[in-house]
């Protein structure tokens, strides 16, 4: 009796969580691998800059790790626009992705080539990381999105939602949930966002795990990406098939009514987010760049492994947990939990601040530049810890 509830349990949750549909795997692959480059290369961009390409100023590699940041953000705004008017999701995918791949293959020239002239490699660097920001650009524009498009036929074919739903139905679900024309079912946008969230989040945190062998994970993930053609353009075509006008011009009512009643008030509320994640966005910033000047600056007792790489990987660890607890015991609270990681916020820099303080301390008492203080990377876990509850409470909330 035991072993068969265990079994009807694991049954309900393949059925609830894992999609097997073509389209969907084949996304989640190249999802995983975006996680293996993220993770092995991108967060820890400013170390490979200081090490890998001997660039010896701390302050210009911030400065280039910052910038491309920012222009990630930017043309995200861009990518994103392009993908929604012309509705070229697939056409930005394929086009970040190979960029994405060509980045890669820029990085790891042979070494023998590296060593003979700096300025070229300075400038091979430099355009590597353009296209990398591109492919890091066009998965936070589109490729969640596609995946949820994708998913959003899996319920289709499964039953496990309405028969056709327009393109803008997550919008007009704010009233609660759409009643469509003909069908006897209903779903809740709790459930749809929770089973969106589960394709992207699962395959995103093993590809942390595992964030090894980053360029030929992508370049497999890729090629495996387009075995689902023909179910991207298929499910592409039965949305566009499935609009209702009557869903749609609800959703036009809705918008315009709320925009009406509530315009002075949301333009208070925007002002107060923008000022509270400025905040964020600076300690996200040190984050990517002064922590880990902190390590070098630090005893190394594992000296054979790159610890940046595994700072990077608890503060995504400590992301993910925070932001899957926070959904489940809170999910309705948006407002505490970016309260909370505003505090996090502040509980991250008085960390990082605690630590260099005993740092220059030691150094002070030495009066030796050279000679390395007995103070291990260690004391770097609580901030990289609590950068990732930043995140995961932040920005999911």
Known sequence: MGLGALIHFVRECIHKYLYF???TVCIQGLVLSHSFVNHAIMSILITYLQINWSHPHFQIAA?????????????????????????GGLKIIATTNAAYILGLSLLWLPNKYKSKDNAAMARIFYGAVVLLTLGESGRSAALEKFLNKQCLSKHEETGRTDDKRPEGWEEASEQNEITEAGGDQQVTKETAERDKKDLWSVPWFLGAVIFMISTIAMAVSYLLFWFGFNDYLKNNKEAQAGKHPQVTERENLWTLNKKVRKKKRLRKEIVASWLAFFVYSMVKAAGSTFFFEQISNLENPI???????????????????????????????????????????????????????????????????????????????????????????????
């Open 21 to 23: 549909s073509k389209a």
């Open 303 to 397: 000296p054979n492994y790159d610890p940046a790489v595994y700072f990077s990987v608890l503060s995504s660890f400590s992301k993910y947990i925070i932001s899957f607890l926070s959904l489940k015991l809170i999910p309705k609270r948006t407002r505490v939990r970016i309260g909370c990681g505003m505090a996090s916020t502040v509980l991250c820099c008085v960390a990082a601040w605690v630590v260099e303080i005993h740092r220059m301390r030691k150094v002070t008492r030495l009066k030796d530049d050279t000679v390395d203080i007995s103070m291990s990377i260690f004391w770097l876990v609580p901030q990289f810890f609590l950068l990732g509850l930043m995140e995961g409470l932040a920005v999911d909330g």
């Open 63 to 87: 400065v280039v790790t910052n910038v491309q940041e920012g222009v990630s953000d930017i043309l995200v705004i861009f990518l994103a626009h392009f993908s929604h008017t012309f509705n």
